[in-house]
């Protein structure tokens, strides 16, 4: 309902995501927040350009009942959402409305776009994050404030390796995390939800997503609240925050709706000229600072499985490590489906992570690099033309991609196999023993869906 605010202009034209406004204030600006009143029911709208006295606004909900001449109101304080404790064990929508029936006692919000951290503030020197995860805490292992991103096409896996790691890691750290939804499908937030609540997990997570269904300012929205709630547990709780987007392509791609439906001037592919401040604006929020950190893993979709789409380099080029997940790979029933090559983090340095784990993964790399070469030949004049040392290499490789399996958690109902957690110093000591020989005896099926090898 209407408040004491003051009328700030009327609206002269009209369509799906784009409503002028004649504004009666020169005090309205960028990202301010405007609402109509339409029969006790309250519609609201975000500024986006203003010329002279026509602001462009951009609406939340359906334009359905707005008409010409309907005056609007400034909210004063912006798009807000919940900033207290009261934020875990809820699920918001990207406006910060609580979606999943848990009442908020005692409302303290904040601005979502408020926050921005300060050079001084950021904190680079940190501890490593290990997920229990084999093929990632080898090739990719994270620092606690890393940005890590999980590429590949659809149906390769990005979104169970991220419930994996919900799932993981809070069973090492007890971390409070955030999970944010952008753009994908309804059906994996409500299964989320409920595997979360299966695990005893959502009282000490919050959820916010923006869904495939939704118009594109509800899915460019979800970022900016959802960013809003890490930002609560980090400065506030002083935590190490877990903040995981699922899909960070997907925001991009509500912006290219956006910026389309302005009639703005697309660059190649039909990207926003504004992309890359659009994606550093995100980006530059999620950093450790001295209290605390939020570490993100951010689910990116590869549109035709093209790596050197322009909206995927303009989110690389902010992360610290990637995870590159292959259908070639997925096809052979390999899962986790990483590609070892695509695969990398800042922290393989002997200096970071040690000289041993670092040879180990140097060794690992130039294996399965001359696996491709001897697959090829083999097709050609069979394996009894290799020499010994090719055969070791060839059947080691085998064994090590077998090795880098593992049997997950949350797919537990689908394999019938109990998920495994593995320690990084089991980790080195296996895929060490692979090269080295110490199970060459060993059939490779056996390396497949395990642990760690002595088990």
């Not at 784009?18 to 504004?23: E, G, M, P, S």
């Not at 009666?24 to 519609?43: H, M, P, Q």
């Not at 935590?239 to 956006?258: G, T």
């Not at 994606?279 to 050197?308: C, H, K, M």
């Amino acid at each position: 309902m209407i408040t004491e605010d003051s009328k700030v202009g009327v609206i002269v034209a009209i369509s799906d995501l784009n409503i002028k406004v004649l504004l009666d204030s020169s005090d309205i600006k960028v990202k301010d927040i405007l609402y109509a009143d339409i029969n006790g029911e309250e519609r609201t709208f975000e500024v986006v350009e203003i010329k002279e006295m026509i602001a462009t606004t951009i609406p939340f909900e359906s334009v359905i009942g707005l008409k010409k001449g309907i005056p609007l109101y400034k909210k004063q304080n912006g798009l807000e959402i919940q900033y207290s404790d009261e934020i875990l064990g809820r699920v918001f929508n990207s406006y910060g409305k609580v979606i999943n029936n848990v009442p908020i006692q005692n409302e303290v919000k904040r601005n979502v776009y408020d926050r921005k951290v300060s050079l001084e503030e950021i904190n680079i020197d940190d501890n490593i994050l290990w997920t229990g995860i084999k093929v990632i805490d080898f090739f990719a292992p994270i620092q606690k404030g890393f940005k890590l991103g999980l590429l590949g096409g659809a149906g390769v896996g990005k979104t169970v390796i991220i419930k994996e790691l919900i799932n993981n890691i809070y069973k090492n750290f007890a971390s409070n995390a955030v999970f944010i939804g952008v753009g994908e499908r309804s059906r994996e937030g409500k299964e989320l939800i409920d595997d979360m609540q299966e695990s005893n997990l959502l009282d000490k997570t919050s959820l916010i997503f923006g869904q495939m269904g939704d118009n594109p300012i509800s899915r460019s929205k979800a970022i900016y609240s959802g960013l809003t709630l890490a930002e609560y547990l980090r400065d506030e709780k002083k935590q190490d925050v877990l903040l995981f987007i699922d899909n960070m392509y997907r925001f991009v791609q509500a912006k290219s709706e956006i910026s389309t439906e302005l009639k703005q001037m697309p660059v190649e592919n039909g990207y926003p000229t504004t992309m890359i401040s659009d994606v550093s604006e995100v980006e530059e929020r999620i950093n450790s600072v001295a209290q605390g950190s939020i570490t993100s893993f951010q689910a990116i979709y590869i549109p035709a499985d093209d790596l050197t789409d322009e909206a995927v380099l303009a989110i690389s080029s902010h992360l610290d490590g990637k995870i590159i997940l292959d259908r070639k790979t997925a096809e052979k029933g390999i899962y986790p489906a990483v590609s070892v090559f695509g695969t990398t983090s800042k922290l393989i340095d002997p200096e970071k992570i040690g000289e041993r784990h670092y040879d180990l993964v140097q060794r690992a790399l130039k294996y399965f690099s001359r696996y491709e070469e001897l697959e090829e030949i083999i097709a050609v004049l069979g394996i009894e033309e290799l020499s010994d040392e090719d055969k070791n290499i060839f059947y080691r490789t085998r064994k090590l991609r077998n090795y880098f399996t593992q049997p997950m958690f949350v797919a537990e109902n689908f394999t019938g196999k109990q998920g495994k957690i593995v320690g990084i110093e089991d980790i080195l000591q296996d895929v060490e023993g692979i090269l080295d020989g110490k199970y060459d005896d060993l059939d490779e099926n056996k390396l497949l869906y395990i642990g760690k090898i002595n088990e």
